[in-house]
Structure formats: structure tokens, C-alpha cells
């Protein structure tokens, strides 16, 4: 007798860029590979930059398309923010999710997280956590008030953390037991890409900064800017790479004109293989305000590359011990003083590449798809 399939709802905000929304991909695109699952994606916003990027075996479903880069879409997207933050969880569910699904997981905080919480008791309910809770407290703006948030998340068979620190602060905030689950990262594939040469584009000399991120305020791209061009003041030659792309681009590229870096910062936008760019860089640069388990630094550290960044959830687990990045103070300052110490040590650097390429053999995709599947009882 034929068994029958397990039905996985996967639920997040949009695909449009981001680190979670590539983990997703990541993750749904290897465990499809299972006979025994079937697999649905839905997004609340369609139209994100990584659906065309999730295998062809699974379902994806939009809750609304089109745009949202004009000034009305945008208002268009507040009001129904706003409407979805109002009405309760188990009427948004019962709106939004038509079909029935064995396990629901609730792959991003807010939103996400409230509508897969108003699913009948007879589906198993997981949600991810990918950000401290209290030094970021984002989520809570998709609720009323932060004692339902906490009544929507004990509804849940389980919580996931990307990190040990944000399982604490999950903890101390909600008063609620989580477990931790590190994010698969496709180390075979980003050296495989690694290996793509760049043609098209050449660069000053001295040393060769890399950055990878959405243009957003979160990951404090302007005090970046600013630390270099003080450095650039006092005689330091560097480049840096910007890859990604966001709603902050135009005022970073005219903070870049305004210090008169246009010769030493270029902004390579959005694109499916920043490793070809990355591999070629002397450092690799965190500048966020704020991360949960940066899968763009985990990243950099498997390609070998030293890294510099500010303290943001999750680093010390990334570099465990190994010495393969240096941790500045979340400030502008911070970044300044960082990378003027590695500017003027190259010994430093070097060990640090060094610590890097070992640590980078750590990383594993399976073992981490494995735990997942094992933690929402999926063999």
C-alpha cells in the first residue's frame, strides 16, 4: 500500500532578498527532495526576488502579488499590515490557509508567526525565531499587544531559535521554552560558485573590502561609509564591494558622492552568486545594527575569508572559538577602530584567513536538514 505524502505548509513575509527568505529556499529545496513530503511555500507579498529560485516539485501560493516599490503600493501594503495586525489569528487563518496541511511552520517572526497560530489543533505548529526579541522587538508591531503575541506562540508544538542567544532572549521575554537549530547553508554549492570568474570589473589598489546584505537600515551600510571615508582621510588605500540592494540604495550612493568615495565603494546591486565576488576579498564586512545567525557571515567564514563585525546575536557561535573574525562595538567607531587595526596589521589578517579556511570545514548542510526534519518529526 502506497504511503501517504506528509503535507509541510512553509509561511514567511516575502522572498524579496533577505537572509531568511534564502534559508528557506535552501531548506525547502533539499528536504523536497524527500519522497514522502509535499511541499507548499506561501508568502503574504508575492513577487519576491528568490521564487523563481525554489525547485519546480513544490507549491508556491501568494496571499497578494505585484509590486510594492511605488508610493501607493506601499500604502496598500501598510493598510493591509495594519488590518492583519487587528484581526485575530485563528480568522486570518481561516481566510488565508484554504487547504489543510499536517505541519505548518512559521519560518519568520510577526505576521507569520500569528496567522500559523490560529491553525486547528489537530495540525503540528512550528515557528522560527531569527532575531533578538528584545534588542529588536519588530515582531510584537503584528499584534494588539504583546500578551497575545505571547498567547499565539503557545500555541505552537515548537519554537526554533537560530541561535543560543536569541533562545535566551526569547526565553526572558516571552517566558517560553525554545530549542535551538542552526540554519543549513549549502557549503558545496557556494564554493561551486565560488569558482565563477569576475571579468567586468576592476578596482584601486589596496585592501579589498566585501559586504553582502539588503540596503536597509538594519544593516548600518551609512556608518560603514562614514568610518571608510575617515579612513580614506588619513591616507588608507581599500575598496569596497556592496552586493545586495534595498529601499536605502539612492541615499547610500549619494552619501558615497558626498564623502568622495565613488573611487573606493561600488554597489554591485542584487545577484544569485555574490561568492565570485566574495572569494576574491581580503575581508569580509558586518556593519549590522542588528542580526540573528548572519547567514552572510557564515558564509564569508566557509569561503575562507577573514571577517570584521559589530557584536550582533550569533557571531561568537559563527567564529566558535577559532579566531577566524575580530567583534567590534555596535558604532560607527567601532567599525573605524576595527578596520584601522586590521588596515595596519596585515599579520593579523593573514592568521585570521588562516583560522578562517579551518573553520570553514565545520559547516555542514545535511547534518543541520537532518535535525530540522528530526525536530518537527519528519523522518
Known amino acids: 500500500m502506497k504511503?501517504?505524502?506528509?503535507?509541510?505548509?512553509?509561511?514567511?513575509?516575502?522572498?524579496?532578498g533577505?537572509?531568511?527568505e534564502r534559508?528557506?529556499?535552501?531548506?525547502?529545496n533539499e528536504i523536497c527532495k524527500k519522497p514522502n513530503l509535499d511541499i507548499t511555500v506561501v508568502t503574504i507579498f508575492g513577487n519576491g526576488i528568490y521564487e523563481t529560485s525554489i525547485d519546480k516539485k513544490i507549491c508556491k501560493k501568494n496571499i497578494f502579488s505585484g509590486s510594492t516599490s511605488s508610493f501607493w503600493a506601499r500604502l496598500k501594503k501598510r493598510i493591509t499590515l495594519y488590518f492583519l495586525?487587528?484581526?485575530?489569528?485563528?480568522?486570518?487563518?481561516?481566510?488565508?490557509?484554504?487547504?489543510?496541511y499536517d505541519i505548518e511552520i512559521a519560518f519568520l517572526e510577526g505576521i507569520t508567526t500569528k496567522i500559523i497560530s490560529g491553525a486547528d489543533s489537530s495540525t503540528r505548529k512550528y515557528s522560527w525565531v531569527h532575531v533578538n526579541p528584545i534588542l529588536h522587538p519588530y515582531s510584537t508591531k503584528g499584534y494588539i499587544n504583546i500578551s497575545y503575541e505571547k498567547k499565539c506562540y503557545q500555541r505552537f508544538n515548537d519554537i526554533f531559535c537560530v541561535s543560543d542567544d536569541v533562545r535566551n532572549a526569547f526565553k526572558q521575554k516571552y517566558g517560553i521554552e525554545a530549542d535551538v537549530l542552526y540554519n543549513p547553508i549549502d557549503r558545496d554549492e557556494i564554493l561551486?560558485?565560488?569558482?565563477?570568474?569576475?571579468?567586468?570589473?576592476?578596482?584601486?589598489?589596496?585592501?579589498?573590502?566585501?559586504?553582502?546584505?539588503?540596503?536597509v537600515e538594519q544593516k548600518g551600510y551609512d556608518r560603514l561609509i562614514l568610518a571608510l571615508a575617515s579612513l580614506k582621510s588619513e591616507g588608507y588605500g581599500f575598496c569596497l564591494q556592496i552586493i545586495g540592494d534595498g529601499v536605502l540604495r539612492t541615499d547610500l550612493i549619494k552619501l558615497v558622492k558626498t564623502n568622495h568615495l565613488e573611487e573606493n565603494i561600488f554597489f554591485l546591486g542584487f545577484t544569485d552568486n555574490p561568492y565570485k565576488y566574495m572569494k576574491d576579498a581580503d575581508l569580509f564586512v558586518?556593519?549590522?545594527?542588528t542580526e540573528g545567525f548572519s547567514t552572510a557571515v557564515t558564509e564569508a567564514v566557509i569561503l575562507g575569508l577573514p571577517v570584521l563585525t559589530t557584536d550582533c546575536t550569533g557571531m561568537h557561535e559563527i567564529f566558535g572559538g577559532s579566531g577566524c573574525g575580530k567583534i567590534v562595538d555596535n558604532t560607527q567607531d567601532g567599525?573605524?577602530?576595527g578596520l584601522k587595526e586590521l588596515f595596519d596589521s596585515p599579520e593579523i589578517l593573514a592568521h585570521m584567513k588562516e583560522a578562517?579556511?579551518?573553520?570553514?570545514?565545520?559547516?555542514s548542510k545535511k547534518k543541520s536538514v537532518d535535525k530540522i526534519l528530526s525536530a518537527i518529526q519528519v523522518e
Open 23 to 28: 534559508i528557506l529556499v535552501e531548506l525547502v
Open 286 to 289: 558586518c556593519s549590522s545594527i
Open 335 to 337: 567599525l573605524l577602530w
Open 3 to 16: 504511503k501517504k505524502k506528509i503535507k509541510i505548509l512553509f509561511f514567511i513575509s516575502t522572498l524579496n
Open 356 to 363: 578562517s579556511l579551518k573553520r570553514s570545514t565545520d559547516f
Open 85 to 100: 495586525c487587528i484581526m485575530p489569528a485563528s480568522l486570518l487563518h481561516h481566510f488565508f490557509i484554504k487547504d489543510k
Open 192 to 215: 561551486l560558485k565560488s569558482r565563477y570568474a569576475v571579468n567586468d570589473i576592476s578596482y584601486p589598489t589596496g585592501i579589498h573590502l566585501v559586504t553582502v546584505g539588503r540596503l
Open 18 to 20: 533577505g537572509g531568511a
